[in-house]
């Protein structure tokens, strides 16, 4: 189950990276471009990067990060990285928003300059590309910043997730660390009887056997364990 967060965190902030560098070079590099060009060329121009963009190397991450964001929030959910959930529920927040704006925005005006033909006989070219130009180049920055955003929460959510990962795996390690010596004590005294000596004296010997890392504390402790049963035997 880590195994399978890790890997849709990785993939969802990959492609939500994808996608907000797309829209961002659109508002700081193409749109300007094109803004600088004839009404002809503008036209053109974009009609044929509407065609061109519906390939599967836009649709797979700009889709398929929607449902991966889904997994990952549930995943986080069910107690995988629980600090990374609120990152994650703000990531898929913001993505949303952004494909809503996509899908409500600028299609709806990529599918109405398409209507309007091959620019070579467009009648009053410059109407459609003002009716087009303006609130395009208005929305994609809307959905760039919010594309940006939420990569921003998706790589602080992948920065909390492998903290906690690695928490985890230091809290196992000491646990395993601990485990060879309380098996040895445990044997020990369950030996014992068998052997004719007593318990603080299997004791001392698991503990001599296990090298110099005893505290001082636990000397004391066995030492008096040993001296109160002399008196025993």
């Known amino acids: 189950m880590r195994h399978l967060q890790t890997g849709t965190l990785l993939i969802t902030t990959l492609f939500t990276g ?27 121009a974009m009609q044929g990067i509407n065609k061109a963009i519906i390939n599967p190397a836009f649709m797979l991450p700009f889709m398929g990060t929607i449902p991966l964001l889904g997994l990952a929030v549930a995943l986080a959910w069910r107690g995988q990285s629980r600090p990374a959930l609120p990152w994650l529920i703000a990531a898929l927040v913001l993505y949303l928003m952004a494909f809503m704006v996509t899908s409500g925005v600028n299609v709806p005006l990529n599918d109405k300059l398409a209507q309007a033909g091959d620019p070579a006989h467009i009648r009053h070219l410059a109407r459609w590309r003002s009716d087009f130009e303006g609130s395009w180049v208005a929305w994609n920055v809307v959905r760039a910043l919010l594309h940006t955003a939420a990569f921003g929460c998706l790589t602080w959510a992948l920065v909390l997730h492998g903290t906690h990962r690695t928490h985890e795996s230091a809290g196992s390690g000491a646990s395993l660390r601990t485990s060879p010596s309380l098996d040895a004590r445990s044997a020990s005294w369950a030996t014992a009887p068998r052997m004719g000596i007593s318990s603080s004296q299997a004791t001392m010997a698991a503990v001599t056997a296990e090298g110099p890392g005893m505290s001082s504390g636990e000397a004391s402790i066995i030492g008096t364990g040993d001296q109160s049963n002399r008196g025993w035997h």
Do not use: I, K, N, Q
Not at 19 to 29: E, V
């Open 18 to 44: 994808l996608m907000a560098g797309l829209f961002a070079a659109f508002a700081y590099s193409v749109m300007p471009g094109l803004g600088r060009s004839s009404d002809h060329t503008f036209v053109e």
